[in-house]
């Protein structure tokens, strides 16, 4: 550790700070119009591929955040989880996407060929700074929101599902156990890093956190709103 600044034992898991540090975030996503279309049906299908072919640009930059974590975890467990995840994320651009992408009758292909819109790229941009940057907890802190809010949205979401075959589909592929479970884990190692780090370190990282949370926010209104650049 390069600070002065001990480590002062929390009286709770980090994890609780940082969600109630999100927690208006999160309402605000549940509440959006493009998640609520989701589950009542009236999502255009413009705003869904908008999103997909923005998500499978972002994928692409997130997977390299996550191997950068891998590089930067002080365990070896740590280092392989991260390594495996960021191979996930890639095969979701790859196999999920192509899906949907067919479903909405276009490509992968056609996908990667559209721009990264401007949201995509701030938040990517932010994400990639941060992780490479900053500490192990930073970009931990930096990444966690894409696993854990989508978590919970999924979460949120099974139970009312969507009569469309296409939006049920996606709500699925979030609120699944497995990908539960992997959520799980990397909270719990939010938990672990934070208890270890001093009030500053976790500061800055919970800024990080609520950072890309609100970035989170921003993926789904861009896609609500198709986003494109204005000149």
Avoid at 20 to 31: F, H, N, R, V
Avoid at 167 to 182: K, L, M, N, P
Wanted: glycine share 6%; proline share 5%.
């Amino acid at each position: 550790m390069t600070t002065s600044e001990s480590v002062v034992p929390q009286a709770r898991p980090y994890s609780e700070e940082l969600w109630e540090a999100i927690a208006p975030t999160y309402k605000a996503i549940l509440d959006h119009p493009f998640i609520r279309g989701l589950v009542d049906g009236t999502l255009p299908r413009a705003a869904f591929r908008h999103f997909v072919v923005q998500d499978s640009h972002y994928l692409r930059d997130y997977a390299r955040a996550l191997a950068l974590c891998a590089a930067k975890a002080p365990r070896e467990e740590d280092v392989r989880a991260f390594a495996s995840d960021a191979v996930g994320a890639i095969a979701a651009e790859q196999e999920m996407h192509a899906a949907f992408m067919a479903d909405l009758g276009g490509s992968a292909e056609q996908a990667a060929g559209q721009p990264v819109g401007p949201t995509t790229r701030a938040y990517t941009s932010y994400l990639l700074a941060t992780v490479y940057g900053g500490s192990f907890l930073d970009g931990l802190a930096a990444v966690l929101p894409c696993y854990w809010i989508y978590a919970r949205v999924g979460e949120a979401l099974l139970e009312e599902s969507s009569p469309d075959p296409l939006y049920r589909r996606w709500i699925a592929a979030y609120g699944d156990e497995t990908f539960q479970s992997v959520v799980r884990r990397v909270v719990s190692l939010a938990d672990h890093a934070g208890a270890e780090a001093t009030g500053g370190q976790r500061a800055r990282a919970l800024e990080h956190f609520v950072t890309t949370s609100r970035y989170e926010w921003m993926f789904w209104d861009a896609a609500w709103r198709q986003e494109t650049w204005p000149v």
